[in-house]
Each structure stands twice: as C-alpha cells, then as structure tokens.
C-alpha cells in the first residue's frame, strides 16, 4: 500500500508564498513522475507542475515564474514553492506520483487560500 503526505498548505495573502511538501511511503517500487495538481471550486482538476525521473519539469503557463516544483529522490518526496501567489490559485492541491508500472498514486489534498 502507497501513502502521500501532504503538508504545507493554509491561509496566505496575495503576493505571498508557500510550499507544499509530499511524502510517498509504503510498498511502491520506484517513482517515475512527480506532480502537483489542483481543483479550484466549480472547475476541473489541473495539472500545475511535473517533474519526471530524469529531472525534466513541466508547469502549467499560469504559474510559471512564480511556482518552482523539484525531487527528492531519496525522500520520495515532492515539492511545489509557490511565490506571488494570487486569488487565482486558491484551489484545493493534489500530489499526485506515478511509478515505473504506470500506475498512480494521489494525496489526499491540501487547501490553499490566497485572500486578503
């Protein structure tokens, strides 16, 4: 069984930072991609940051230059440094891993609330 631990997220006012952290334990064999996705309220689920195995990343457009996502290979842990941060990206933040078998793994989810 895989777990990820969430951490990080709260209460923030606009223009400032956060980092979500997320820890993989368990029975998992080896971790392929690692990402951070969120769901804001009436709206789909959206990929924000990806890192893969070789280290490469992908960051959705309306983040990028703000938000940085990296690795810990030896932690099997993921994290998302949010910096100027507005109302936008309050949204509930999902890690979300996958492995060397394709199969993927989600955290349970961490609010973010950018408000004044």
């Known amino acids: 069984q895989v777990q990820l631990v969430e951490s990080g997220g709260g209460l923030v006012q606009p223009g400032g930072s956060l980092t979500l952290s997320c820890a993989a334990s368990?029975?998992?064999?080896?971790?392929?991609?690692m990402g951070w996705y969120r769901q804001a309220p009436g709206k789909e689920r959206e990929m924000v940051a990806v890192?893969?195995?070789?280290?490469?990343?992908n960051v959705a457009d309306s983040v990028k230059g703000r938000f940085t996502i990296s690795r810990d290979n030896g932690k099997n842990t993921v994290y998302l440094q949010m910096n100027s941060l507005n109302t936008e990206d309050t949204a509930v933040y999902y890690c979300n891993i996958q492995d060397t078998f394709l199969r993927n793994y989600w955290g349970q989810g961490t609010q973010v609330t950018v408000s004044s």
């Open positions: 368990g029975r998992i064999f080896r971790v392929n991609d």
């Open positions: 890192v893969t195995g070789s280290g490469r990343t």
